[in-house]
């Protein structure tokens, strides 16, 4: 195995992680620790890419990493709400 295959089973078990912390120790899946481990889960996914590619993973990767840094930046402390100007 290479250094990015190992980096890439570090992400898989953030991912594993995040949704542990969500299913069974109910945490908030917009809660620092979820948003984290969303974020590490597919950057190290597609760090191990790097030497293996597949598309259909690096648009899956990419897809969760935009997504989780969406939904972190529109619930950050001080962001507006949904319903803000109205």
Do not use: E, K
């Amino acid at each position: 195995m290479t250094f990015q295959d190992y980096i890439g089973l570090i992400g898989v078990v953030a991912y594993v992680a995040a949704h542990f912390c969500v299913q069974l120790l109910h945490q908030p899946p917009t809660g620092r620790l979820v948003v984290l481990l969303n974020v590490v889960g597919p950057v190290c996914v597609l760090v191990s890419l790097t030497t293996s590619w597949n598309l259909a993973s690096f648009l899956t990767q990419c897809f969760w990493l935009g997504l989780t840094l969406m939904g972190w930046w529109r619930r950050r402390p001080g962001a507006a709400g949904p319903s803000a100007g109205r």
